[in-house]
């Protein structure tokens, strides 16, 4: 059946480039389209004629939909030092042809994942544009950001400065604002036609929010001040049919935007990327439980001077951040740490420090127990970098999702659980060893898939 449909497919790309080309494809109300139709009269003259054709046509459009092989990433949060990072990323790929970036894709490593052979989109087939409160152009944001010096950037200046920056639209009522952001969607989708847009949620950590069981229509007419914007994007996003991300430390799993993911089978993921101090303790972590070690203390200490890291200074708004990198541990070790003290020995602190910049530090202290209960101590000092560490997390995010978004798989997709602090639903991938696997898991389900529909 699948193979019939596809054949047809092959040979309506012949009609659907002309119509393509003449804007037809694009135009979004069905009234129109169809008027514009029989106006140009590609297809059989009368209305009646015009609308079984465009029926026709349609369901041709939504198997080359699947088909899509470039990526539109929409980042909301664009002009901050992730998203410029990430710009600037996928501006060197596609203008630089001595790019290192694909050495540094888990989605490319000969090790990991590409023994699979997935058809990952090509990192110089994504474009990118996104939002910002910030009134400011890319070149104008990375160079405010000093993650990058402008040797890094200068070759590909004017492909940044073209990338959109959209507003942040304004409201009272929440779903004012979500119409104008499913608009700003809509619209951007129809000058990418032949890309499949993802939606990454960058927007700062904000204050915690817990979320109770109501309908859609409760969220739609309250009042914007008591949902956080990252929840309007995310809800606007899944309502046009596009993927999400979530890397922030947001915690934006109400049930109402879980049940959209699934209802409409869109793919979402989060939470909070794992790029740094997180990462090698889940590593280290899941060493320690392997080989029965007992870890008995584990203090860790960041200091950051971005934006990020002045606006994780205020503990309300790190408080998310703070609770997912401690329970990283006791999920991996299956034990609280320190339960023998009257006070937790498993401690996270995050400082902002200016004089760094996007150049953290993280210092870790690990006591841990041998036999006869012998004390031992481990000291890690990571000095990295917040964004390099992320954007080609993204870059790999965005892959997987365009894939996994192609096959029709919706809701959480807990198998990416590894690019995560805080991974979304309930699963058991945990250690490093489960979350590696989970994501082979995915990309042979993945891969099964392809060749189903793509057995020609
Ligand atoms: N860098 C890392 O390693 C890392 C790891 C995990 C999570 N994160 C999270 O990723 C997010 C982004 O990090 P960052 O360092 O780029 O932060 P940032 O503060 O530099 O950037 C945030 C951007 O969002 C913009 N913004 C604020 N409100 C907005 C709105 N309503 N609409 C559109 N834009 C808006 C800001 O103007 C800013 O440009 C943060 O939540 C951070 O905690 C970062």
């Not at 059989?44 to 349609?58: C, H, Q, S, V």
């Not at 959209?166 to 409201?171: C, K």
């Not at 209802?263 to 990462?279: A, E, F, L, R």
Request: glycine share 6%; charged share 25%; aromatic share 10%.
């Amino acid at each position: 059946m699948r193979r019939k449909s596809y054949s047809r497919a092959k040979n309506l790309s012949k009609i659907k480039r002309p119509l393509d080309l003449m804007g037809v494809v694009g135009i979004q109300n069905e009234y129109i389209r169809n008027a514009y139709m029989n106006m140009l009269g590609v297809i059989g003259g009368d209305g009646l004629e015009g609308i079984k054709y465009w029926r026709w046509m349609t369901k041709k459009v939504e198997i080359s939909e699947q088909n899509k092989n470039n990526i539109l990433l929409l980042l909301a949060g664009i002009c901050g030092c992730v998203g410029s990072t990430v710009c600037a990323a996928i501006g060197d790929v596609k203008n630089n042809s001595t790019s290192t970036l694909y050495r540094y894709l888990m989605t490319e490593s000969e090790k990991t994942i590409k023994k699979i052979r997935l058809p990952f989109t090509p990192v110089s087939h994504i474009d990118i544009a996104g939002w910002d409160i910030q009134n400011l152009s890319i070149p104008e944001a990375i160079e405010n950001n000093k993650v990058l010096p402008y040797e890094k950037w200068m070759k590909f200046e004017r492909w940044l400065n073209k990338i959109e920056v959209m507003n942040f639209p304004t409201g009272n009522k929440v779903e004012t604002v979500i119409n104008k952001l499913r608009q700003q969607i809509r619209s951007i989708k129809c000058r990418y036609p032949h890309h499949r847009a993802i939606f990454v949620n960058l927007l700062p950590a904000t204050v915690p929010y817990s979320w109770k069981k109501e309908s859609i229509k409760k969220v739609f007419t309250s009042s914007v001040k008591d949902y956080p914007p990252d929840l309007m994007y995310s809800i606007a996003a899944i309502l046009e049919n596009v993927p999400l991300i979530n890397f922030t430390s947001n915690d934006i799993s109400h049930p109402v935007l879980i049940e959209l993911s699934q209802q409409k089978t869109v793919p979402i993921c989060g939470n909070d990327g794992k790029t740094g101090q997180t990462y090698f303790k889940m590593v280290l972590a899941s060493a320690f439980a392997a080989r029965c070690l007992y870890v008995d203390g584990w203090y860790s200490l960041n200091i950051l001077g971005n934006m990020d890291g002045k606006n994780l200074s205020d503990p309300t708004r790190s408080a998310s951040k703070i609770k997912n990198k401690s329970k990283v541990l006791e999920d991996i070790l299956g034990y609280k740490v320190g339960q023998k003290y009257e006070t937790p020995s498993n401690i996270v602190r995050i400082d902002y420090y200016p004089p760094r910049g996007d150049c953290k530090e993280a210092w870790d202290v690990i006591d841990f127990l041998g036999i006869f209960d012998m004390p031992m101590s481990l000291r890690i000092n990571l000095q990295g970098r917040d964004s390099i560490l992320a954007a080609p997390l993204i870059i790999d995010l965005a892959r997987w999702m365009a894939l996994i978004h192609q096959a029709k798989i919706g809701g959480i997709i807990k198998e990416l659980a590894f690019y995560f602090k805080s991974p979304m639903g309930n699963h058991n991938y945990h250690t490093f060893q489960d979350q590696i696997l989970a994501l082979y898991k995915l990309g042979r389900k993945l891969k099964r898939n392809y060749e189903v529909t793509h057995d020609e």
